[in-house]
């Protein structure tokens, strides 16, 4: 394997680490002080959901330019259309389930889907910019 491929990708685990951290402390803070909901998925799977699709997306591109195609926009796009149907397998249970407002819980998964998704973004594209 590719030296500068293991680097790249433990420098954007680290810096995927502090960022979901970040945003889950935050997230956290709001969801307890401004809002007394309970919601149906706890926070934490919601984060550990993100992050692990946010790494492995930008794994699958890291390796794949590291083994020198510089062409990455369709595996992008395809990895893309894969992670929106792996978030709605992930909101089935929800959406399937008897509870009268599902509206919050859904605010709760995809606002930070964007921002997960920014932060991805983001990272790819400077790691297209190296070169």
Known sequence: MNILFKKRQSS????????????????SYILHYFVNDSFFFP????????????LLLYGIINYKHAIGKTEIFNTFMISTLIKMS???????PLLL???????????N?????FFFL????YFISSLLNED
């Open 12 to 27: 954007f685990s680290i810096k995927l680490l502090l960022f979901a951290t970040v945003m889950y402390v935050i997230h």
């Open 118 to 121: 920014a932060f991805e973004v």
């Open 43 to 54: 926070l934490w799977h919601i984060y550990l959901f993100h992050s692990l699709i946010t």
């Open 109 to 113: 998964f995809f606002i930070p889907y």
């Open 86 to 92: 792996i978030a709605i397998l992930f909101l089935l």
């Open 97 to 107: 389930s008897d509870l009268k407002n599902k509206q919050a819980d859904v605010f």
